[in-house]
Every structure is written in structure tokens, then in C-alpha cells.
């Protein structure tokens, strides 16, 4: 049967298009440089917020109506599948994400859990042979059950901790199973409450123990997929041990775990560690780890991950500013770990919500591929430093001189003349590209 029999393959038609069902931006086979907009965003729709949200919140049930919700349990995940793939063929993506729970329900024990994955695996893996639409990443989730209430790979309890690393060692079979390019960690309860109960240095100490004890699994069993964490800094915990990019950095090199781990990066989560977006991405790439992102936004006035579909034009410029710095996403992706509002409760929504996120990265990456092509920003910060580029400076950069000669140089200073930064004149010239790209001129 059809899930959304109401709606065509979505094509594009340009900005002066009037077609809620199609794209005004994103071209899938246009060039931007010398790849396609298809080859360099790598877009991926999210499993769990398209196909099992039912947009339900603190304050009241869910609102989605779903053709699929007709059915359940073995019954339903099996039509999400069809649903799943009438959306990806019609949406025209190449990619999508996964949690476990998302594809198949939980049985009353890990074995019978198990029997319901292979099922649900065994049907995508049909269902992809007819398909372009690849697996960009699948996780387990270790955070939704009441077993995890004191977290997985750093519980109190033993017995937990060997679930959960049960499930970790299946989620790897089914990446290796269907192709994944990543596998990602996200801790969902991997941090605490309160330190009055908590011994911080046995948790971490068990979370970098299960992380190497799923790269030597992974090892042998030949799955090569990229591994990724996902930094979020609290909620459910209310402080997670991968805070952000800088602190799962450090713990990665801790833990010697940083040759086999990138990241996956989410906007949302970045806005909760006190980010911005584009700082995470950065500081990823300039350490060489920037693997995958989680493309969403947060609510300005809200505090929580209220997980919104991107549409901050600003925003997607600077983010893929920082993505054609890196040389692209190599094996990620831009996945939509995102959900549509409450009220936009109708199959359609889900496809009026992921044009408008496709549309605005297509957007972001035009104007930053300009950007980077007259060189506007480099030009800027090459110059704003052009004092480390001779004399005392350079020696500074290059370690070639000490504080007594620093001392020397400064007791001989008789004036010291700084710049102006010109950050209003920066962004009104990003603005400018953004505005005539956007117009075509």
C-alpha cells in the first residue's frame, strides 16, 4: 500500500516556485565546485522523529497522525518500513539513521529483542536492494529503557553495564549487516546527577573500557564503519560526560581512542554546552575530527532540545563554511535529527519540514562555496594576525623565543596600536552574499 499517496517524487523547481512539494534551492545535481549538492550535503532522514514520534510533550499526548499507526507491534514496525522507503524513494534522499528501538519493538528478553531486530533487518536489507537510499549510521539505544535509569557503559551496575555492551555488540552487526557507513554513541544517561553518589573516574573508566571493547569487536567481525560521538552537555543527566566537543576530545585522548573516533555533531546540543553550531563544527575540524552532523536547531527562547528543522539561513552559511573547510563530511552525512512542531500533525508536514531543511542547507552551501571562493574570511583573519607573519611575532608563532626576550622586546615598546575587528562589517558582507545569492545575482 501507499503511505502518501497524495505526493509525487519531489523535484526541483526553482525559487519562484509556488509548490509546497517541491524544492527551491536544493538541486540535487547541480554543481557546487566539483560536486554535486547531492554529493556534498549527503542528507539523512531520522527514523525515530519521521516515522516513531508521535509528537507527544510534557503537557500532552501526541497530536501525529500517522497511516501506519493503524497496526502494532511486529505489524507496525514492518509498515514503518514500507512507509519509510515510499518517503525515501519520493523524497529522493540518500541516507538514513537509527536507533534499534526505532526499527523493531523490544521484546521481554534481550534474545527475543534480538529475534525482532534480525526480522525488521532482514526486510530493510530487501528493501535496499531496490533502493538508493544507504545507511548512513545506526546506533542501540541505551538510555530509553528503566534498566538504564543510572546510565550504560557508565551504570553502577554491573549487570546493566553487560546489557548494555549485549546490545552494543547486535547494533554492530546489524551496521555491518546493512552497510552503515558510521556507527554512532550517543550516551544518552551517560553522565550523572550528583556527585554525592557517583564515582566519576570508575564510569568514565567503564565508558572508555566498552568503546574499545566495540572498535576490537568491530575489528573482527570486518565492520570498518567510522565511529562517532555525539556530544550533548545534559538532559536527561544533568551533566553528561560527553559535554561537548572539547571534552569528549579529551576524553578521547585519554583513553587513547582518538585515531578511532570522529564526531557527530548536533546543532541543538551545541546551543545547550553554550555553543554555537559553527564553534563545534571548528573546533572539530581544526583537530581533525569533524565526521557527521546532526542538522537541526534550537527554540532562542526555549532551554531545552526542542530539536526544530533548520531554516536559520545564517546559521547553515556558517555551518557549511566550516563543512567545505573540512573538505566535505568524507563517510557522514547531514542527518535531520529533527521533528516537526506539534501542530504540524499530517503525513505532509514531514515533507513540507524536510524541503525547508534541505532547501536551507542548499542555501547555506552556495553562499559559503562564494564565500571561500573570494577568499572574504581568510582575507579578514589573514590580516587581523598579519602581526605573527614577521618579527617578533613569528618568532612567537614559531617557538622561537622566550619570556626574557619577550620582556626585552615589550620594555622598548613605546605605543601599542591594535585594529578594529569590523565584526558589524563582516557580517553585513555575509549578508550581502547571502542576499544575492539567494536572488541569483
Not at 251 to 259: T, W
Not at 310 to 316: I, S, V
Request: charged share 25%.
Amino acid at each position: 500500500m501507499s503511505y502518501f499517496s497524495n505526493v509525487n517524487k519531489i523535484q526541483y523547481e526553482g525559487s519562484k516556485s509556488t509548490n509546497p512539494f517541491a524544492f527551491k534551492f536544493y538541486n540535487p545535481e547541480e554543481k557546487i565546485g566539483e560536486k554535486t549538492m547531492e554529493e556534498i550535503l549527503r542528507f539523512g532522514v531520522a527514523y525515530w522523529h519521521t516515522f516513531t514520534e508521535d509528537l507527544s510533550d510534557p503537557f500532552g499526548t501526541g497530536t501525529a497522525i500517522r497511516p501506519w499507526d493503524k497496526y502494532t507491534g511486529m505489524d507496525l514496525a514492518k509498515a514503518r518500513v514500507e512507509a519509510a522507503f515510499e518517503f525515501f524513494e519520493k523524497l529522493n534522499v540518500p541516507f538514513f539513521c537509527f536507533h534499534d528501538v526505532d526499527i523493531a519493538p523490544e521484546g521481554d528478553t534481550l534474545k527475543e529483542s534480538n529475534e525482532n531486530l534480525d526480522t525488521i533487518v532482514a526486510m530493510i536489507k530487501d528493501y535496499m536492494k531496490d533502493s538508493k537510499t544507504k545507511l548512513l549510521w545506526n546506533t542501540v539505544n541505551n538510555f530509553s529503557h528503566p534498566r538504564f535509569v543510572h546510565g550504560a557503559g557508565s551504570a553502577s551496575n554491573a549487570d546493566v553495564f553487560a546489557y548494555a555492551a549485549a546490545k552494543v555488540k547486535k547494533g554492530l552487526e546489524v551496521g555491518k549487516e546493512l552497510g552503515a557507513e558510521n556507527y554512532v554513541f550517543w550516551g544518552g544517561r551517560e553522565g550523572y546527577e550528583t556527585l554525592l553518589n557517583t564515582d566519576m573516574k570508575l564510569e568514565m573508566d567503564n565508558l572508555g573500557r566498552l568503546f574499545h571493547m566495540a572498535n576490537d569487536y568491530a575489528k573482527e567481525i570486518g565492520f570498518d564503519a567510522q565511529f562517532l560521538i555525539e556530544p550533548k552537555p545534559k538532559e536527561p543527566t544533568s551533566h553528561q560526560y560527553d559535554f561537548d566537543v572539547a571534552s569528549g576530545f579529551a576524553f578521547l585522548q585519554h583513553y587513547g581512542l582518538q585515531d578511532v573516533f570522529k564526531f557527530n555533531i548536533e546543532a541543538n546540543h551545541a546551543t545547550l554546552a553554550g555553543h554555537t553550531f559553527e564553534h563545534e563544527l571548528h573546533y572539530a575540524r581544526i583537530h581533525q575530527m569533524l565526521g557527521s552532523v546532526d542538522a537541526n536547531q534550537g527554540h532562542p527562547l526555549l532551554g531545552w532540545d526542542t530539536d526544530e528543522f533548520p531554516t536559520d539561513l545564517n546559521m547553515t552559511v556558517l555551518a557549511m563554511y566550516e563543512i567545505l573547510k573540512n573538505g566535505g563530511l568524507g563517510r557522514g552525512g547531514l542527518n535531520f535529527d529533527a521533528k516537526v512542531r506539534r501542530g504540524s500533525f499530517t503525513p505532509d508536514d514531514l515533507f513540507h519540514a524536510h524541503i525547508a531543511g534541505m532547501d536551507s542547507f542548499a542555501v547555506g552551501l552556495k553562499v559559503a562555496h562564494r564565500l571561500l571562493e573570494d577568499n572574504v574570511l581568510e582575507n579578514i583573519i589573514a590580516e587581523r594576525y598579519h602581526s605573527y607573519q614577521e618579527g617578533i611575532g613569528r618568532d612567537i608563532a614559531e617557538g622561537n623565543t622566550t619570556l626574557q626576550k619577550l620582556e626585552e622586546y615589550a620594555l622598548g615598546l613605546t605605543e601599542i596600536k591594535n585594529e578594529s575587528g569590523k565584526l558589524e562589517r563582516i557580517k553585513a558582507t555575509i549578508n550581502q552574499y547571502l542576499l544575492t545569492t539567494v536572488a541569483g545575482e
